[in-house]
């Protein structure tokens, strides 16, 4: 039996909070039974939900605290006023080893400040990034940054390709991931100073990571590369689309079904394989934004998310922790500096 | 009986062309029969083709020219040795009246360039941009700059967001479109420099534009404004990942009905509607990148668009020149100057 992994939970975080965070918990006790949790909220809503899941508070170590990070927060308000939230308490416990990781469906601006504030940025990390995973036709693969950083040099997307790789390798199970920088095209001279410069030096012969060079908005789906990396402007933009061409199309797919009487049977009777098709895009699957970069585990559930997805986002924080994702980051940015240190033959 | 509109036609870019050429020219005939044709190709292979096209050949004057632009010519080797392609004859019959407007399914860049060169950026206007139709829930939309401008400052986007804005109305026929800047929040401290300063100057108290603010990432299939303002890059990832995210959907769709009896069975019953519902987001429909701030009419058709496509593509040219696009462009940049010139409340 191997030692339980710990994780941290604001639990006052989200629209369906805390409701959604006890039962996600519990799905995510289900899948990982080692599991123990530390969870940050008021008693007062929190016991009483707590007392009808006996199974979980087995598990769980409640700490109260009535203070709560608001969404409409700014980042700087948070910092400053928040010291005593269930999201900030989360964290501290991550930099304070009593926790592996922490979750949370709160605020993005206010726990990425947080977090880098409390965990601070890895050793080598310029600028920390978000992460996530999506669905593409090959499988899944993974995307950053995803707004943490509005404008990226060269050097920003160097680091987001290597944590990537690492994230890849971790949280996929992936032996050689390929590295994709995302681009409007895929030409050498396309694009801007900060992909061209990145480029040069993904390509260097000592890189320690596969680069399979420029892709386009459409190979992201299409599953091109395992690893797409692109500044946290066009990383929003990207997510973001997909996720609303897919609710386009899921909708006008349900209207499509209720067209006519022979589409409502034709529906009933391919309803099997629809659903396996829905199971296979289900956003709720891909929940779970990741902070890499900095010195712990700390992962963004998204705002509107149920049990499901909270679970998901649980279980990325429990894979980083068990695979070694921070101290695979620490080796690999050890690899990438000697690479760079060493005489290396111009990149052309 | 209104006057002809004469359409040029580069016969010889594009995947399928000369052959889906001639049959989008015939396709767009049918649609618009007032249309006129100049097609400039190689008549070794265009006459064989145009022989069996006895309707097409009345409504069209051939000129011949062996010289091509190649897919892989950069913009400045087309500029310097294409004079006499068909691609720049195309254009050329556009800057000397004999046509009012340019339709290639070739080389984008080298298009752009010629365009640029020979038909001069429209008066007010920094930088032409590229911009296109998209399904969205509520209807189309356009989206503007599709990769032109690789990076803008908040004049290109106000630029854009008035060309943007002309185009809805004279090719959508819409009274009053509304105009939204693409960001990664909606927050108003989002965002780099570029997007804030043109959100001030389009809220700005004078600004003729009805501008909604700033959008994200699944706006633009949401439908939640009719014009949608971006730079050049993000503009290009936005519009390759959504029709990356369809085809992923349509493939896994496709897949899942080949499933099981049962699911092949509900296809037959479904397939109808499921027609409808290919044909409302059929790509062919929204094919047709146009080129927005240039002293004429140029369309640039997908490389690889069938005959289908590419009629599409000469009925926004011909939507263009019938509702007067470039009158239009005209008096809209001089009111926004207008109102530029006049005291303004300072924009918060």
Redesign the interface.
Known sequence: MGAATTIALDAMGGQRAPAMVLRGAQIALKRFPQTQFLLFGDQKVVRPLLSKRPRLGDALTLCHTDEVVLDDDKPSQALRNGRHSSMRLAIDAVAEGRADGVVSAGNTGALMAMAKFVLKTAPGIDRPAIASLF???RGESVMLDL?AN??CDSENLVQFALMGEVFARTVLGLVEPTVGL?N??SEDLK??DAVRGASARLRGALSPIRFHGFI???????GTVDVVV?D???G??????????????????R???R??L??R??????????K??AL??DPRRYNGAVFLGLGGIAVKSHGSADAFGFANAIGVAIDMKVNGFLEKMRVELARLYEAQAAPQPEAV
Do not use: M, Q, W
Not at 216 to 222: K, M, P, Q, R, W
Not at 236 to 253: M, P, Q, Y
Not at 265 to 274: D, E, K
């Open positions: 669905p593409t036709r707004g509005v404008a995302l409007v095209g694009g801007n386009e908005g459409d190979d992201i789906a299409a692109t946290g402007f066009s929003n933009v990207a997510i973001k689309t997909a996720e609303g061409t897919a609710k386009l199309f899921s909708e006008a797919l209207e499509a079904f067209h006519s022979p589409a049977l034709g529906y009933l009777l391919a309803r099997g394989a629809l396996k098709l296979r895009l």
